[in-house]
């Protein structure tokens, strides 16, 4: 079954950085865009970016644009998100997703998540 584990996040100080890492399984991950989620406490999902099947292309979130960069290695079945000049209202549980079609924001399964914590 499709399989999706984060790690990365950590505790760091507003302006810091992190990156994020995500590991896929039971799926043909290159056949497959890929997204970054993010869920702070209280509030719903909301997608921050998404890369192509090949990585050439990616979109953000304009909350996270220019901050935050989205890539992948297919040969390792994985997807990364560097994050840079956190802010404290970018704490949230991190979730990676797969998105099953073309529109950018729609995902099918996520991962149990990584938590990002930014505070002094």
């Known amino acids: 079954q499709v399989q999706l584990v984060e790690s990365g996040g950590g505790w760091v100080q507003p302006g810091g950085s992190l990156r994020l890492s995500c590991v896929a399984s039971?799926?043909?991950?290159?056949?497959?865009?890929m997204a970054w989620v993010r869920q702070a406490p209280g509030q719903g999902s909301e997608w921050l970016a998404t890369?192509?099947?090949?990585?050439?292309?990616?979109r953000y979130a304009d909350s996270v644009k220019g901050r935050f960069t989205i890539s992948r290695d297919n040969a390792k079945n994985s997807l990364y998100l560097e994050m840079n000049n956190l802010k404290p209202e970018d704490t949230a549980l991190y979730y990676c997703?797969?998105?099953?079609?073309?529109?950018?924001?729609?995902?099918?399964?996520r991962g149990r998540g990584t938590q990002v914590t930014v505070s002094e």
């Open positions: 997703a797969r998105v099953p079609g073309v529109a950018p924001s729609e995902w099918d399964h």
């Open positions: 039971g799926f043909s991950f290159s056949d497959y865009y």
């Open positions: 890369i192509t099947t090949l990585g050439a292309n990616t």
